[in-house]
């Protein structure tokens, strides 16, 4: 399986938090954001992993150059400013012949869920969700048919059984229809698309995307100073028993 990490954004909302950074090297309990993840990372196998680079991709560049992140391939969107299709859109090519998880950099999940989500490769196209949490308005939200999988996917849905957690599984046998669904979101939708609307175009053509439950731990993410007080709060919490989980892998 393969791993590709969008990490292009700028972190706008963030404000003077990120200053000239990408908001995945913010530090977090004396760390990089993003060191926290490799080191989730690190713990399983992967035949490659992807990083999309883009505002102050020459800071990803120097923070991949470091340790042991030589093994990461860097991808740049030139476009970062644009939808974050255009992050997709660069690493999509290295990821045809094997499956592949799309995960955002401005999330961070406990040990428990990073193995939850690799404990195995399904055959269906997968979304993770979770159900136990308030969801606002900008939040990412599921709303799902009877068998659990996806019906359709967005922040301003009104009715929803679910939130997105930021995980997407796409299997080697589905790579054509993700990426004809890829290319006909980005007609209908231009620079306004997001990578999560390939899903709903998916389901509107009638394919099945499965929805997988995380509830039951914790994860962060980092996008207004809030989240990234409530991510530091967190991570500091668990720090120790992170430190242990990854110096064991």
């Known amino acids: ?62 923070f991949l150059s470091t340790g042991n992140h030589q093994d990461w391939l860097a991808v740049n969107n030139p476009n970062f400013h644009k939808g974050n299709l255009y992050s997709l859109a660069v690493a999509l090519p290295q990821l045809e012949g094997d499956g592949f998880f799309i995960f955002n950099a401005d999330h961070f999940y406990s040990p428990k869920t990073y193995a939850k989500i690799f404990s195995q490769e399904p055959k269906d196209i997968v979304v993770f969700i979770d159900r136990d949490r308030p969801l606002g308005d900008d939040d990412m939200k599921a709303e799902l048919n009877a068998d659990a999988s996806l019906l359709r996917m967005a922040k301003t849905l009104t009715q929803w059984q679910a939130g997105y957690v930021g995980v997407t599984w796409v299997p080697a046998h589905r790579f054509m229809a993700y990426q004809a669904a890829f290319a006909a979101t980005a007609d209908h939708l231009g620079e306004s698309a997001n990578v999560e609307a390939v899903l709903n175009e998916l389901a509107q053509k009638g394919e099945r995307i499965q929805a997988v439950d995380l509830s039951g731990s914790w994860w962060t993410e980092i996008d207004t100073p809030e989240d990234l007080e409530r991510a530091r709060q967190t991570i500091e919490k668990h720090k120790k028993d992170l430190h242990d989980t990854t110096s064991n892998r």
Request: no cysteine.
């Open 1 to 62: 399986m393969k791993l590709v990490i969008l990490a292009a954004g700028k972190g706008q909302r963030l404000g003077a938090h990120a200053g000239d950074s990408p908001k995945s090297l913010v530090a977090i309990a004396g760390e990089p954001y993003l060191a926290w993840q490799f080191s989730a990372f690190a713990r399983f196998s992967f035949q490659q992993k992807i990083i999309v680079t883009g505002y102050a991709a020459d800071k990803l560049l120097s």
